[in-house]
């Protein structure tokens, strides 16, 4: 009997009723508990149990950066043409910062005696030379970095949008030409602030889709490599700024030539008048500068 009782219980007697329940119910998803190595789970582990953290690569946020400048210094989007002819264009400007750094420090070391290969009045004529030619070439550069957008307003890139583009082409000379009758330090600073200026423009214009998707990554280059060779000829010139004589600019010039032009006119008309005094004192001799007609209807 108590056999028999064993016999009949639930558990060798399945409920197939509930298991066909069961069976019709929909699992419920926990995708907090899925991973990749969920189906690799240790055999004494628990599901769900949150695994031991990994070391941390402390060089993992240097890499990330070394990864992201250079994908943005590679320009793989930018045609091969505009960016050989890119980076030839601010060569000259780069030439011409590092050579008023040797300059400078060959004016440095000929003040102490120790120049390598030029003497003291050779570097400054030289940074002299380099002065007008790097400004010059900076303001050829902002000109024709806003000329490029009337290009794209004439092509009918990203539609025509009329004075708001053809207003970045007009600004860039309007700004870049008068700083070459600034003293060169000046001029070197207005630039510096003009480039940027541009650049800012510039990626105003891809955002709104005026320019080619890869422009503003492009200017960004050509930006940076001017912008460091503006600030490395001005740390060069500053180290010599005591020592190298300035030479005069277009407007000390303009001066220079005004005040000469007032001091001979008055030199002149001294002299007449003193010739017609001798005249009137009885020296016919003397000769009057200018003739005598234009002397007398003078006074």
């Not at 000259?92 to 003497?119: D, M, Q």
């Not at 503006?230 to 220079?256: A, C, F, T, Y």
Request: negative net charge.
């Amino acid at each position: 009997m108590q056999r028999q009782r064993y016999a009949s219980t639930q558990w060798d007697k399945p409920d197939t009723k509930a298991e066909q329940e069961v069976a019709q119910q929909k699992l419920k998803p926990e995708p907090e508990l899925v991973s990749t190595t969920s189906s690799i789970h240790p055999v004494f582990g628990e599901v769900g149990t949150p695994e031991p953290e990994k070391e941390q690569d402390m060089m993992k946020g240097i890499k990330q950066d070394v990864a992201t400048v250079k994908e943005t210094f590679s320009l793989t989007e930018v045609p091969r043409q505009a960016y050989v002819l890119g980076l030839a264009g601010v060569l000259p400007y780069l030439g011409t910062s590092l050579s008023t750094v040797a300059c400078a420090y060959e004016v440095n070391h000929a003040a102490a005696g120790a120049s390598t290969f030029l003497s003291q009045h050779t570097a400054e004529t030289l940074l002299h030379i380099l002065e007008p030619l790097q400004v010059g070439y900076g303001a050829v550069i902002i000109s024709f970095l806003g000329a490029i957008h009337w290009g794209l307003e004439w092509a009918g890139y990203g539609g025509y949008q009329g004075y708001r583009r053809y207003a970045i082409g007009v600004a860039a000379p309007a700004v870049a030409w008068p700083t070459i009758l600034l003293p060169v330090e000046y001029a070197l600073i207005a630039q510096f602030m003009a480039f940027n200026f541009l650049y800012y423009a510039d990626t105003r214009a891809t955002v709104r889709g005026w320019t080619p998707p890869w422009y503003g990554t492009y200017r960004f280059v050509l930006t940076f490599i001017v912008g460091a060779s503006i600030v490395v000829s001005l740390i060069g010139r500053g180290q010599i700024v005591e020592n190298v004589g300035k030479l005069p600019n277009p407007v000390d010039r303009v001066m220079q030539l005004r005040e000469g032009a007032e001091e001979a006119l008055e030199k002149e008309e001294g002299a007449r008048r003193a010739a017609v005094v001798a005249r009137e004192e009885g020296d016919s001799d003397v000769q009057i500068p200018g003739g005598d007609v234009e002397i007398k209807s003078g006074l």
